[in-house]
T-cell receptor, first 114, second 114 residues
């Protein structure tokens, strides 16, 4: 069974631009969440989706948004990029039949904002 | 608000030596507790989890952790470290409401000397 796939793996943007990151969860997993990882702030929860509905959201500004499609694939978007948005963005999927927090992470999308 | 403290930023052990990584949490009720590991350039992998019951939990790769409610701790242990265990280790706490929203500690970087 394939793991969580994130694309692109690396990208460079400039301030003010926007970016869209994609995540394909493990087959059969309908729950997808996103985390931001930075050296300064560590791992921070962005949002969680299940069956195309956002179930939970972290403390990030409205520039950060996401969505989930009917095939459980998810995208997150960051608009008006700032230097501080440079980070590794991790997507994780979960089988709802398993316990909470048992997440399977992708390798991440590393965003650099210049 | 829930929080996780990993007091050791870096730990160096010799191969074959025992390992203990410390984790303290703050949570108003009985938490769900997790240890994840991240190798360079990789996403996070779940090592083990505690939901309830036996306070000593076994995980993958020979790791175990002990939940001590009185000390609000969930320390990770391994009797004999292998060079391949070098990675960053994250303790996390989740709410009993379920879902994917975890609060992570800042991580402990493990170096293994041959």
């Amino acid at each position: 069974k394939a793991g969580v796939t994130q694309t692109p793996r690396y990208l460079i943007k400039t301030r003010g631009q926007q970016v869209t990151l994609s995540c394909s969860p493990i087959s059969g997993h309908r729950s997808v969440s996103w985390y931001q990882q930075t050296p300064g702030q560590g791992l921070q929860f962005l949002f969680e989706y299940f069956s195309e509905t956002q179930r939970n959201k972290g403390n990030f500004p409205g520039r950060f948004s996401g969505r989930q499609f009917s095939n459980s694939r998810s995208e997150m978007n960051v608009s008006t990029l700032e230097l501080g948005d440079s980070a590794l963005y991790l997507c994780a999927s979960r089988d709802q039949r398993e316990g909470p927090g048992e997440l399977f992470f992708g390798e991440g999308s590393r965003l650099t904002v210049l | 608000a829930q929080s996780v403290t990993q007091p050791d930023i870096h730990i160096t052990v010799s191969e074959g030596a025992s390992l203990e990584l410390r984790c303290n949490y703050s949570y108003g009720a009985t938490p769900y507790l997790f240890w994840y590991v991240q190798s360079p350039g990789q996403g996070l992998q779940l090592l083990l989890k505690y939901f309830s019951g036996d306070t000593l939990v076994q995980g993958i790769k020979g790791f175990e952790a002990e939940f001590k409610r009185s000390q609000s701790s969930f320390n990770l242990r391994k009797p004999s470290v292998h060079w391949s265990d070098a990675a960053e280790y994250f303790c996390a706490v989740g709410g009993t409401g379920g879902g994917n929203k975890l609060t992570f500690g800042t991580g402990t970087q493990l170096k293994v000397e041959l």
